[in-house]
């Protein structure tokens, strides 16, 4: 074999060695949708934050944001489909959407449970375009029974501020005490309180038990913070945190590293087998990192919350690409 065909034969491997596809071939995985019982919803980009690892590139810049129709026919879907038991809203900081208060609320008259992906820091930052002060949250959201979903990456100040600035470690403590002083976290509650660790650079998550057991001891003693559960995250190679991984010089290794973790019995797990994400527009999607990629359901035509149809979301094939591998790496994601 010659040096080109040497260099076309690594380069194929290479490609196969990232098709997800074939990758679930090669342990007979047939993945395909199971139910609809989350609604995803994300209702703006805009963000009082600019992390490094946002795969939806949010930041104080951004304007993209779910209008009051889309809201209203998104609180429609609810309301018809009774198998969709969760709302899931998502952002950006999805408290800066003007709907998002009535969202939450009509969704709990419901009878839906409502999670929302909270960074901590938004009750203090308000909305970084209009000024608009968001102080009243943990209130608001213990009134709605409203599960909280909070990033926090970790118990220590500089590998949070490394991944989303300075000042944010304070408020994010701040953020955690308030939405405890307002009953989250505690037993006999019911007001749960979720946090989501994800590692810094190309390391996998450590085990989750471990994790969970490791940042409840340090966060109750250092400042008398309670939780109900840690969910770890896989940084997915998309967006901010793939630029950084090509100037660096490692977005191979990070692959190849996903690759090797493969966890066939995760696969069989994956969130977009009982999802449905929907964008600021109303498009739908397998998943947010779908979303994110523009890899919009297509069915007879693109589909969108306005021409919503169960039973052809229920026979679409799951779109899966590269970015696949990450929700399957060692323990999974979340």
Same mark, same amino acid.
Not at 145 to 150: H, M, R, S, T
Not at 159 to 172: I, L, M, T, W, Y
Not at 211 to 237: C, D, K
């Given at each position: 074999?010659?040096?080109?065909?040497?260099?076309r034969?690594?380069?194929?491997?290479?490609?196969?060695s990232?098709? @997800?596809?074939a990758?679930?071939?090669?342990?007979n995985?047939?993945?395909?949708?199971?139910?609809?019982?989350?609604l995803?919803v994300n209702?703006?980009r805009?963000?009082?934050?600019t992390c490094? /690892?946002?795969r939806v590139?949010?930041?104080? %810049?951004?304007? *993209?944001q779910?209008? /009051?129709?889309?809201v209203?026919r998104?609180?429609?879907i609810?309301?018809?489909?009774d198998?969709?038991?969760?709302l899931?809203?998502? $952002?950006g900081?999805?408290?800066?959407?003007?709907?998002?208060?009535y969202f939450?609320?009509? =969704?709990?008259?419901?009878g839906?449970k409502v999670a929302?992906? /909270?960074?901590?820091?938004? #009750?203090?930052?308000?909305n970084p375009?209009?000024g608009?002060?968001?102080?009243y949250?943990? +209130? @608001?959201?213990?009134?709605?029974?409203v *599960?909280?979903?909070?990033?926090?990456?970790?118990?220590?100040?500089?590998?949070?501020?490394?991944?989303?600035?300075?000042?944010v470690?304070?408020?994010?403590?701040?953020?955690l005490?308030l939405?405890?002083a307002?009953g989250?976290?505690?037993? $006999?509650? $019911?007001?749960?309180?979720?946090?989501?660790?994800?590692p =810094?650079?190309t390391?996998?998550p450590? *085990?989750q038990?471990?994790?969970?057991?490791?940042?409840?001891r340090?966060?109750?003693?250092?400042?008398?913070?309670? @939780?109900? =559960?840690?969910? #770890?995250m896989?940084?997915v190679?998309l967006?901010?945190?793939?630029?950084?991984l090509?100037l660096s010089?490692?977005?191979?290794?990070?692959?190849?590293?996903?690759?090797n973790? @493969?966890?066939?019995a995760?696969a069989?797990?994956v969130m977009?087998?009982?999802?449905?994400?929907?964008?600021?527009s $109303?498009?739908l999607y +397998?998943?947010?990192?779908?979303?994110?990629?523009?890899?919009?359901?297509?069915?007879k035509?693109?589909?969108t919350?306005?021409?919503?149809?169960w039973?052809a979301l229920?026979?679409?094939n799951i %779109?899966?690409?590269?970015h696949?591998?990450?929700? #399957?790496?060692?323990?999974?994601s979340?």
């Amino acid at each position: 074999m010659n040096n080109l065909e040497s260099d076309r034969s690594s380069q194929t491997s290479n490609r196969m060695s990232y098709n @997800f596809r074939a990758k679930l071939e090669e342990y007979n995985l047939l993945l395909k949708p199971i139910s609809i019982e989350t609604l995803q919803v994300n209702v703006t980009r805009l963000c009082n934050q600019t992390c490094s /690892h946002c795969r939806v590139d949010a930041s104080p %810049k951004r304007t *993209e944001q779910m209008d /009051h129709r889309t809201v209203d026919r998104c609180l429609e879907i609810l309301a018809l489909q009774d198998g969709i038991n969760t709302l899931d809203i998502t $952002g950006g900081a999805p408290e800066l959407n003007p709907d998002f208060d009535y969202f939450v609320v009509e =969704s709990r008259k419901l009878g839906k449970k409502v999670a929302v992906r /909270h960074n901590l820091t938004v #009750t203090f930052d308000g909305n970084p375009q209009t000024g608009e002060e968001k102080t009243y949250l943990p +209130d @608001f959201f213990a009134e709605q029974k409203v *599960e909280i979903i909070a990033s926090m990456p970790h118990y220590r100040k500089d590998p949070v501020e490394e991944q989303r600035g300075a000042g944010v470690f304070r408020k994010s403590i701040e953020g955690l005490q308030l939405l405890n002083a307002s009953g989250y976290g505690k037993a $006999g509650t $019911g007001l749960i309180l979720n946090l989501v660790h994800n590692p =810094s650079g190309t390391s996998l998550p450590a *085990e989750q038990a471990v994790l969970e057991a490791e940042f409840r001891r340090e966060l109750s003693s250092r400042y008398g913070i309670e @939780f109900n =559960s840690l969910y #770890t995250m896989t940084n997915v190679p998309l967006k901010r945190f793939k630029e950084q991984l090509r100037l660096s010089g490692t977005y191979d290794s990070y692959m190849k590293t996903l690759v090797n973790a @493969f966890n066939p019995a995760i696969a069989a797990e994956v969130m977009c087998r009982s999802i449905i994400s929907v964008d600021y527009s $109303g498009r739908l999607y +397998d998943c947010d990192i779908n979303q994110v990629l523009d890899m919009q359901i297509i069915g007879k035509e693109p589909m969108t919350v306005f021409n919503f149809d169960w039973d052809a979301l229920m026979a679409r094939n799951i %779109k899966f690409a590269v970015h696949c591998f990450a929700c #399957t790496a060692g323990a999974g994601s979340g």
